[in-house]
């Protein structure tokens, strides 16, 4: 018998849309472990107390020019702020303006527009610092300056190469592939070039099963690790947010040492205990940016595969404002999810998007997957192998038609990062 429906906010887009869940397991919420403060004065401290590493302004001494590497917008963190407080201490080294340089790191990600880099950084540090745009896809903007253990070609931005001081910044989170994002993947993919995003990407070094939260034997990790090292990062910032997308902590310092910390204080926000596996599962990634488009919104999916059994329900809460992109165009063409996963399987990543296209139809062979709230045609998921609904209303009722009206449903409403610990197996 189906129970009571009960109100729950689920974030899509930029808006927290209450939605009324029947057989309500549990809504996922990560620990409410609570921003500090006062952010510039964390990150501020961060930079006054370097983890494994002499602090940047004594690094930065006589240093002539130096390229900070800063997220794309698919990234939301407190780049602009950690950049603001990075160039006072190279000012302090003595440093002028024109000897620092910001490095957007794409990966495969499109260019963003001027209002985008605007809403990252802010008018006045585009206007202080020249802005490099990197493309993993133009070999004269990369340099090849060896391989790593596991055969990936280390293939970075040339700029970046050519700068004798090197500033990375990024966010720590759980990652499906890596673990942890932050640190070494603003490196690889972040702006390398795109034969080593390749290699890393595919099999045997991308991960068979999700993998959040695993660093350990994590060929993935280990292999980002080691390219960082050998191109010569000089000092990290990573931040710590939680589910509010409050700064909870700012680590700086060495390449490993700062990343490490970063990942315990990550591990204590993100990680979580389900009581029993579900038969359907509502996710989103948190709202906009996480759901800017099909390629993001696909992190969400990973959390659902380690909590539905196969032949269970998903439902994507997700606003998708940039649309399907490459995976969506390939998923279209092809005749069934088998297709696109045995492309992958033969040619490993390609630059047309196959490799979240891969992800997209592995899970669509296991469950049934309904995309809610997005601005994706619906004509045009069903060619995905996707349901497309109105509402996240809708979904649900579909989902209890196909698995029964006292179905248990699970709501997480940050699945991106979540980190789930099943207690029970019973289905």
């Known amino acids: 018998m189906m129970r009571a429906p009960q109100p729950v906010c689920i974030p899509i887009g930029e808006r927290a849309a209450e939605v009324m869940v029947p057989n309500l397991v549990k809504v996922v919420e990560p620990p409410r472990v609570p921003g500090v403060p006062d952010r510039r004065a964390e990150v501020r401290r961060a930079l006054d107390a370097p983890i494994g590493s002499r602090s940047l302004r004594e690094i930065a001494r006589g240093r002539r020019q130096t390229v900070i590497v800063v997220n794309d917008i698919t990234r939301p963190y407190p780049g602009q702020l950690m950049v603001e407080e990075i160039v006072k201490d190279l000012a302090e080294?003595?440093?002028?303006?024109?000897?620092?340089?910001?490095?957007?790191?794409?990966?495969?990600?499109?260019?963003?527009?001027?209002?985008?880099?605007?809403?990252?950084?802010?008018?006045?540090?585009?206007?202080?610092?020249?802005?490099?745009?990197?493309?993993?896809?133009?070999?004269?903007?990369?340099?090849?300056?060896?391989?790593?253990?596991?055969?990936?070609?280390?293939?970075?931005?040339?700029?970046?190469?050519?700068?004798?001081?090197?500033?990375?910044?990024?966010?720590?989170?759980?990652?499906?592939?890596?673990?942890?994002?932050?640190?070494?993947?603003?490196?690889?993919?972040?702006?390398?070039?795109?034969?080593?995003?390749?290699?890393?990407?595919?099999?045997?070094?991308?991960?068979?099963?999700?993998?959040?939260?695993?660093?350990?034997?994590?060929?993935?990790?280990?292999?980002?690790?080691?390219?960082?090292?050998?191109t010569g990062v000089d000092f990290i910032v990573n931040s710590v947010d939680n589910a509010e997308r409050e700064l909870v902590a700012c680590v700086a310092g060495d390449l490993e040492a700062a990343f490490h910390a970063g990942v315990e204080v990550s591990r204590r926000v993100w990680t979580v205990r389900i009581p029993v596996r579900p038969k359907v599962v509502i996710v989103s990634p948190g709202g906009y940016p996480r759901d800017f488009d099909l390629h993001q919104s696909q992190k969400a999916i990973g959390c659902s595969e380690l909590l539905l059994p196969d032949g269970g329900g998903l439902i994507l809460c997700a606003e998708c404002r940039d649309g399907a992109g490459k995976p969506g165009e390939l998923l279209k063409k092809a005749a069934s999810p088998d297709e696109v996963i045995d492309d992958f399987l033969k040619n490993g990543l390609k630059p047309n998007g196959n490799g979240k296209a891969y992800m997209l139809a592995r899970a669509a062979r296991r469950y049934t997957i309904a995309l809610a709230g997005s601005r994706i045609p619906q004509s045009d998921l069903r060619e995905m192998f996707l349901d497309g609904y109105d509402t996240v209303e809708e979904a649900i009722a579909v989902m209890l038609k196909r698995f029964g009206p006292d179905a248990p449903i699970l709501v997480v409403p940050h699945a991106s990062e979540v980190i789930p610990l099943i207690e029970s197996t019973d289905e």
């Open 93 to 230: 080294a003595g440093m002028a303006d024109d000897q620092i340089s910001l490095l957007i790191a794409y990966g495969q990600h499109r260019e963003n527009t001027p209002d985008e880099l605007k809403a990252m950084l802010g008018e006045e540090l585009l206007r202080r610092f020249r802005v490099v745009h990197h493309h993993a896809g133009i070999p004269e903007e990369n340099i090849t300056i060896g391989y790593t253990a596991g055969g990936v070609e280390v293939s970075v931005d040339r700029f970046y190469m050519e700068a004798d001081l090197k500033i990375i910044t990024g966010c720590i989170a759980p990652h499906q592939f890596a673990g942890f994002s932050g640190g070494r993947k603003s490196v690889i993919p972040g702006i390398a070039g795109i034969e080593a995003v390749k290699r890393h990407h595919s099999f045997p070094i991308r991960p068979e099963k999700v993998s959040l939260g695993i660093l350990e034997n994590n060929h993935f990790h280990l292999e980002a690790l080691e390219a960082a090292r050998m």
